[in-house]
């Protein structure tokens, strides 16, 4: 009982800690799966083993069953009390959290913690705000034993009693970083507010390679055991030899500033003209106060005389419309492209709205695009490396804004109609109002139509390419069902070199790669598109490209649209797919060998380095140290901080990348800012990969100065959070490492998700 009163007291940071071991699991109520799911089809086979335990098939199965049914238990308690069942607890119900779960019970039950059966109702009255009566859990309890979970009220409580027992242990290690001492807030303070510049000299592991000596084939085999169920990891110190999913894409690239240009040359005078005359009351009105723009001098004599004095004023102008206005009637269309490789007619695509130009007035707040969401927890420190992490937003340009106003649902705030005069005012004439001269908006109305029918023009393109595409993916099908047993040809895919030639397109074609590779190439990986979402704020989400070709439920030979920053837009599609798997050894081979050679040269690596460190001068320059050595390489990096700047603003905690440091990590940072000016130290990156020599040239502000910024600043605790934050993780995900290494845990195979 004395244990659960610590986690009533301490319940929301228990939630806390609990959701960095669960890597943010989000709430979505997981079907039933019916008790003992797989224990029927699967030998009962030793899964998992540690100091005092074991799991086999059987009793993971059950187990993870067990969460599930917990899951949804509180759901549905939750929901009779009256509220959001997405606001009750959810625990992860993937295997490695089944296991690390009866690890986190056992060692509290080692630290004294009990969480009795009284304790459970405790918590079941306050999950329920004592709303649930006894006989209505039961109620619950029957519905889920008749929707398949062969479960009793017993094995609900001692799950229940597990999950509370780690919780509470993680509470524990919780209040072990809470509090922040001076001396760590200091710490915190000055690793987004202090900058440093040194000298480095570069020692590269892999450049002993020839130094190492191989073992014999039995170790290296026994190595590439220890880690062939593990994906490579650029930033990991540890070695991967599973073979990530990779997949090779074909694309055409329509680049907007090109078909712009190309079609303002046909946009005529007269379909400037009919622009204006349509869209003046919303667009080219006069604001009050401020007088038209001149028109050139040698227009001046056809341009209307301000109204005298004593015109009523015109009325305010409305809000720019979200969208801009659709051409006049009358309008030239937009040039239709030819077929991409079919004489099949083209579908009738929506235009795009035309995207605003800098000249036009800012769109509503309804065609922004929604703020990117925050990625899941684990992918965190991984942020910048991880593919499927959201990329951090930016301000749209036009391009991105019409698209946002495009994908927007039909909800959207319409434009403003033109004020109407009070009642009993005098209605001043068609003179009486004032607005921007043709002359003065005629380059802006022939950006914005051409804009508008570029888009009109891409759209076209893509939309026959994808149309071609589907054909040859539906024939394709056909072809492997019976064409190919018959003998018979396979259809050919559409020419991408002839459909870039005729519509003035870029193609190109991404080899098999991974989506980190993908997304590391930037251009085509790194774009994006919007997608209509209800629940979102505004009505639409950004979705990154390598989640549509990557992701789950992604298809080959299926059209992708997509689009980047620069408004450039690509149409792309997966012709190959080769999902994850683990090679054998001697396919992975030389993998195995580049790895061992790796780690072996690591201390070679940093003796070299602090040999450089040692030498006579060092302290005054490096590149007097290693002069004479063409081998070394030696250059000045900063200034630059610990966390990058817009850590503190994103809430993220990032490390900063210094230019010229390969993947630096907390070790080089420490390093660096644990010097006095002219001080030397030696620190791995983080993959220890490279050894670096380092010598401190300078700090700013001095340490002086920036306590009395920290003693101004030492009561706002959100200039610390971040890197409090990041030193948790860490140290959390440290803990956990040496929890399950003190257990000897031992999986024999990989754990499932």
């Known amino acids: 009982m004395a244990g659960f009163g610590i986690f009533r007291t301490y319940q929301k940071a228990s939630m806390v800690a609990l959701a960095i071991l669960a890597m943010l699991a989000f709430f979505v109520l997981p079907p039933l799966l019916p008790y ?58 993937d295997e490695q959290a089944v296991v690390r779960t009866m690890l986190l019970a056992e060692e509290a039950t080692k630290n004294g913690i009990v969480v009795s059966d009284a304790a459970i109702n405790d918590y079941l009255a306050k999950l329920t705000s004592g709303q649930v009566p006894a006989d209505q859990f039961d109620q619950i309890m029957k519905g889920l034993r008749a929707g398949g979970a062969g479960v009793s009220q017993h094995d609900l409580f001692e799950s229940l009693r597990h999950e509370l027992l780690a919780q509470n242990m993680l509470i524990l290690l919780q209040r072990g970083f809470s509090g922040d001492p001076p001396g760590l807030r200091w710490d915190y303070f000055r690793r987004l507010t202090q900058s440093a510049t040194a000298e480095v000299v570069p020692v ?76 003046k009351t919303t667009q080219f009105r006069v604001r009050p106060g401020t007088a038209p723009a001149a028109p050139p001098a040698a227009e001046a004599k056809g341009v209307a005389e301000t109204p005298a004095e004593g015109t009523p004023p015109a009325a305010e102008a409305p809000a720019a419309p ?146 071609d595409l589907s054909r040859y993916a539906e024939d394709y099908a056909v072809w492997q069902a019976r064409g190919e047993a018959q003998g018979l040809k396979a259809p050919l895919p559409p020419d991408l070199s002839v459909i870039a030639k005729v519509q003035g397109l870029e193609s190109g074609q991404m080899p098999l790669q991974s989506a980190e590779e993908a997304f590391d190439g930037g251009g085509l990986g790194r774009s994006f598109d919007f997608l209509p979402d209800p629940g979102s704020r505004f009505g639409i989400r950004q979705i990154n490209w390598v989640e549509m070709v990557y992701g789950q439920g992604a298809v080959s030979q299926r059209a992708v649209r997509s689009r980047d920053m620069e408004g450039t837009r690509y149409l792309s599609w997966r012709t190959a797919d080769q999902p994850e798997f683990v090679p054998t050894f001697d396919t992975a081979r030389p993998n195995v060998e580049r790895a061992w050679k790796i780690i072996a040269g690591r201390e070679l690596a940093r003796k070299r380095a602090e040999e450089i460190a040692s030498k006579p001068g060092a302290k005054e320059s490096l590149e007097g140290a290693v002069a004479g050595d063409e081998s070394l390489q030696v250059f000045k990096v900063g200034p630059f901080f610990w966390l990058s700047p817009q850590a503190a603003s994103s809430g993220v905690p990032q490390i900063s990348q210094p230019a010229g440091i390969v993947m630096p990590g907390n070790e080089f940072m420490s390093a660096v800012f644990s010097l006095q000016p002219g001080g030397t130290a030696v620190a791995f990156n983080e993959p220890k990969t490279v050894c670096y020599c380092i010598r401190l040239i300078d700090v700013e502000p001095p340490a002086e100065k920036l306590k009395e910024r920290f003693v101004e600043t030492k009561s706002d605790p959100r200039m610390t959070a971040v890197a409090a934050q990041d030193e948790f993780s860490r140290s959390f995900g440290t803990w956990i490492e040496e929890l399950e290494s003190r257990y000897q845990l031992e999986w024999k195979r990989k754990p499932r998700r």
Do not use: C
Request: no cysteine; aromatic share 6%; glycine share 4%.
């Open 36 to 93: 003992g799911g797989q224990a029927a089809t699967v030998a009962d086979t030793p899964v998992a083993k540690w100091s005092g335990g074991e799991l086999r098939e059987k009793a993971l199965d059950r187990a993870v069953t067990m969460k599930l049914v917990l899951n949804r238990f509180l759901a549905e308690a939750t929901m009779a009390a009256g509220r959001d069942p997405a606001q009750a607890p959810r625990y992860p119900a």
């Open 322 to 467: 979200s969208e801009p206005a659709a051409p006049a009637e009358g309008t030239p269309p937009a040039t239709e492209p030819a077929p991409a490789t079919t004489p099949a007619a083209e579908p009738a695509p929506a235009a795009e709205p035309a995207p605003a130009t800098e000249s036009a007035a800012e769109p509503a707040p309804a065609t922004e695009p929604a703020p990117v969401e925050k990625p899941a927890e684990g992918s965190g420190a991984a942020a910048a490396r991880s593919p499927f992490r959201q990329v951090a937003y930016q301000a749209p340009d036009a391009e991105t804004q019409s698209a946002a106003a495009e994908a927007a649902p039909a909800a959207s705030e319409s434009p403003a109609a033109p004020v109407e005069p009070a009642d009993g005012e005098a209605v001043a004439g068609a003179e009486a109002e004032q607005f921007e001269p043709l002359e003065a908006v005629k380059d802006q109305i022939r950006q914005q139509l051409a804009a508008q029918r570029s888009n009109a023009r891409i759209d076209n393109i893509f939309d026959a390419v994808a149309l």
């Open 204 to 279: 590269d592991v892999r450049s002993f390679g020839d130094q190492i000596k191989l073992p014999a084939v039995a170790t290296l085999r026994t190595f590439f055991d220890e880690h062939k169920e593990e994906l490579p990891d650029p930033r990991s110190v540890k070695p991967g030899f599973r073979e990530p999913h990779r997949a090779q894409v074909e694309y055409l690239v329509a680049k907007r500033g090109l078909f712009v240009d190309e079609i303002s040359k046909e946009i005529t005078d007269a379909d400037i003209s009919e622009f204006y005359e349509k869209n």
